[in-house]
């Protein structure tokens, strides 16, 4: 088990040393780039005011599509191998089923009264919009024509929306909390969230598993397609968007730019050390095809490839094993469970060193005011070396 630790520590090492940053592919001549999409082969939608940006080949190369109006675009919907659904500030619906090759757009709900947020489509025919006064609109004629499902008129506003299938989807509120449904908005169920304040993005990463970012920068976790959620973050910063690559590493983004980054699905959140300097407000974020990329409001688009560490290696992690700070200055606190006597808490550096070594004790208080900044490994093993549980932490200074 040593020499898997250190294996694994060393293959981190080779990883975090030869990891890319974060590069602009795309400087901003229009702002608000507020919406990403992806298709199935990877190709990149992204949405501005006036123009979408569209790329083939991971950002390289971009050609560019004039929507001929004042609006930005919201949020948009990709659908199948070439469709398209945006909405915009304006409540006007954009469509196109050949990549942007014809357009055509329509009016929506109520012009001008009712702000609309988010639109999911589950099919090329079914699609729902969330809005202002916690409304929902319904189509099933590819968005020629909408009807309002759901209008509760509290002052409340629905800010995102997920379908699984043209029946069953969820909605999140600005009171931290989300309606489900599984009769096509027939009728709503309420599910409330850890949180009380606005959620603004869902991102579902399999059919049961998804996430939720509220604007205070907290994130819950749901398993069971949104009838559960579960605490991951408190929260301390104005976010924007959660991404997931897969169900262990993901992303949330706040106000400023990149935030936390998470490798082991939430369990544990750090800084992000990347050096990035974005410069402009982050307003969403994707994974396709091995990158992440982020838009900001004054245009520019960036990218970064899936450079954080195999998590593999943390599959041994127990409820009873804590660590914190996270990220750390002069100390950790290393807790653990009451039948930990007679074992050892081993920290490694990024490079597979042994930092410190010393008895494991309940409640243990550890000085790393002498290590530099970086990524740790903390590992748990008993007077025979065999691991009972490791989990990771960084230093910040």
Known sequence: MKRYILFCIVFLAIVSSSKAQWTKIL??????????????DGALIVAGNTVLSYSEDGGSTWEFVSLDMFYDVRN?????????YMITSGNMLWKTSDRFAT???????????????????????????AGGEKTVFKSVDGGITWDTILHEATGGVFYDIHFFDNNHGITSDSEGSFRITYDGGESWVNVMSPFTNPINDIEFITDSIGYAS????????????GENWVSLLSGSSLSKAVCFANEQEGFITNDFGFY???IDSGHTWSYDFSGVEFGEEVLDIQFAEGYYYASCTNGDIFKIDDLYIPVTIFSQKQNDFHLFPNPATDFVHVQFAENTS??????????????????????NVISVDNLPSGLYVCELTDYNGQTSAITTFTISR
Do not use: W
Not at 76 to 84: N, P, T
Not at 103 to 125: K, Q, W
């Open 260 to 262: 936390y980054y998470t």
């Open 214 to 225: 509220t604007s205070s920068g907290e994130i819950c976790k749901t398993s069971d397609q």
């Open 27 to 40: 400087t901003g001549f229009v702002e608000e780039r507020t919406s990403i999409g992806v298709f199935p």
């Open 103 to 129: 357009m055509n757009y329509y009016s929506i709900g109520f012009p001008g009264v009712i702000a609309l947020y988010a639109i999911d489509f589950p099919t090329l025919d079914t699609g729902y919009i």
């Open 76 to 84: 948009l919907s990709v659908v199948g191998d070439s469709s398209v």
């Open 342 to 363: 007679g074992q050892l808490i081993n920290i490694y550096d990024s490079f597979g060193h042994l930092v410190i070594n010393q008895q494991a004790l309940p409640n």
